[in-house]
């Protein structure tokens, strides 16, 4: 990824609903190049949708909790499909350390959390199960520093754009 990719993600964080002709107005590149560029990147796998951002608690769901579990050896299959299955589970991943899985659950209330977890634990997948539960975000999800910090710093694959 070069500044120019950077600048159309920042673009398209800023304005969630601008369109390709606004987006090559804001880089100051040619709609052309905003389409290719958008293209390349949703190819590549780097833009993965355009949905909206969800705040769960407005949304009803202000109990979030990650849990980690320690599974029975040679079930991944079987507690990725029980996860699966879960709607309050929000996303897992496969873990290095002590837990072999972390999980995050957003719940509407401690009780839908109880019943969340006590599935959980009791799969014969799981041999065991912790929680703590979020008390408030510190630092919201992001990726635009992280982006801005990797980009390649070197010319733009296109001389028009005005970093």
Known sequence: MDQLDVALIEAMHANPR???????????????TVQSRLTKLEDAGVITGYGPDIDLVAAGHPVI????????QGSL???TAEL??????????????????IC????????????TLLHIS?????ARSTSVIVLSELVPP???????????????RSPAFRA
Do not use: C
Request: proline fraction near 4%; hydrophobic fraction near 40%; aromatic fraction near 2%.
């Open 142 to 156: 992001r990726v635009l520093p992280m982006l801005r910090k990797g980009a390649d710093d070197g010319p733009s």
């Open 104 to 115: 995050k659950i957003a719940a509407t209330s401690l009780e839908d959390l109880k019943d």
């Open 77 to 79: 299959d079987d507690v």
């Open 18 to 32: 601008v369109g390709d002709l606004e987006l090559s107005r804001i880089t100051q590149v040619a709609r052309a």
């Open 122 to 126: 009791q799969s014969a997948s799981v």
């Open 84 to 101: 699966t299955s879960l709607p309050n589970v929000l996303e897992a991943y496969i873990t290095s350390g002590n837990a072999d899985v």
């Open 65 to 72: 909790t990650f849990a980690t579990l320690e599974i029975v």
